[in-house]
């Protein structure tokens, strides 16, 4: 049983930065593979970005490669979304994941069991 939480949504101009940022609670996240996603409206669920369960491979959609960046700290049961240079598309509801038991499908969304609730990101022109 593990709860995330994230924060750090709102609202920026384009070229803009965000941080966003996951909580666990519960456990720990050192033994998790964790992702970002996000969805837009009228849109379905993407994958944004991963990382491993010791932060040492990343993976990221090629719409963000180059603008956002994950990282974790496993101290603090916390992972990061870094975006910089945000565009109007970027607009959506961002949600964080995990799960022991992702090992390589880090993309794939239904590969995780622990979801958190998601953090509005709104992106104006």
């Known amino acids: 049983q593990v709860q995330l939480v994230e924060s750090g949504g709102g609202l920026v101009q384009a070229g803009g930065s965000l941080r966003l940022s996951c909580v666990a609670s519960?456990?720990?996240?050192?033994?998790?593979?964790v992702g970002w996603f996000r969805q837009a409206p009228g849109k379905e669920r993407e994958f944004v970005a991963a990382i491993t369960w010791n932060g040492g491979r990343t993976y990221y959609a090629d719409s963000v490669k180059g603008r956002f960046t994950i990282s974790r700290d496993n101290a603090k049961n916390t992972v990061y979304l870094q975006m910089n240079s945000l565009k109007p598309e970027d607009t959506a509801v961002y949600y964080c994941?995990?799960?022991?038991?992702?090992?390589?499908?880090?993309?794939?969304?239904?590969?995780?069991?622990?979801w958190g609730q998601g953090t509005q990101v709104t992106v104006s022109s």
């Open positions: 994941a995990a799960d022991v038991h992702v090992t390589s499908r880090y993309r794939v969304g239904a590969e995780y069991e622990y």
């Open positions: 519960g456990r720990t996240f050192s033994s998790y593979a």
